[in-house]
């Protein structure tokens, strides 16, 4: 079946601007990750939803940043007035369920997030 | 916080090379522990993992890794490595019960013909 898609590729924006990354996951999976990948560092976690639920947001840097999901389909992650260190690959995972094991994630192909 | 270290960022191989890439963590408690690949131009993928039981784990490729409890490690072996393996690596650590993995930094390597 279809893995984890992730839109734009690629995004170039302005300082100051809004942006908008889309993750569709893998159907039938009910948690959902987002990462987020500075240059030359490891993925930093950002936000877990199981469902349409966000148990745990702990990782969101700022205020500036949000995310959503619709019921255990397609979730958006949105930068509000973009900075310069926002710069990153945005990565997106999903997996078939939170258990007493941590289930395998399957990644996106990212969203590589330029702020000028 | 839990933490994650890979101490080789940029390992440089020839094919048919042994390969060694380490993974150290800092907690001290149950743990989950993988193995994620990256190969050029591909998504993140899973090599291996483990959860219990023989702390030896067999990944894809020919890749195995071993969870040393004393040590708190979990490094990715791989007798002879191939043209094909160049990829990015990454090691990344779940606490027990927690569904937030952390990663390392991730080792580039690059293996020539």
């Known amino acids: 079946g279809a893995g984890v898609s992730q839109s734009p590729s690629n995004k170039v924006t302005e300082k100051g601007k809004d942006v908008e990354l889309r993750c569709d996951p893998i159907s039938g999976h009910t948690a959902l990750y987002w990462y987020r990948q500075r240059l030359g560092q490891g993925l930093e976690f950002l936000i877990y939803?199981?469902?349409?639920?966000?148990?745990?947001k702990s990782g969101l840097p700022s205020d500036r940043f949000s995310a959503e999901r619709t019921g255990e389909s397609v979730s958006t992650l949105t930068i509000q007035r973009t900075q310069q260190e926002d710069s990153a690959v945005y990565l997106c995972?999903?997996?078939?369920?939170?258990?007493?094991?941590?289930?395998?994630?399957?990644f996106g192909p990212g969203t590589r997030l330029l702020v000028l | 916080a839990q933490s994650v270290s890979q101490h080789n960022h940029h390992v440089i191989l020839s094919e048919a090379a042994s390969l060694e890439l380490g993974c150290n963590y800092s907690y001290g408690g149950t743990v989950n522990l993988f193995w994620y690949v990256q190969y050029p131009g591909q998504h993140l993928q899973l090599l291996l993992k483990y959860f219990s039981g023989d702390p030896l784990v067999k990944g894809i490729k020919g890749f195995e890794a071993e969870f040393i409890k004393s040590k708190f490690s979990f490094n990715l072996r791989k007798p002879s490595v191939q043209w094909s393996d160049t990829a990015e690596y990454f090691c990344?650590?779940?606490?027990?019960?927690?569904?937030?993995?952390?990663f390392g930094r991730g080792t580039s390597l690059i293996v020539h013909p």
């Open positions: 939803f199981q469902g349409n639920s966000a148990p745990d």
């Open positions: 995972a999903s997996s078939l369920y939170r258990g007493v094991i941590q289930e395998t994630q399957y």
């Open positions: 990344a650590v779940n606490q027990g019960g927690s569904y937030i993995p952390t």
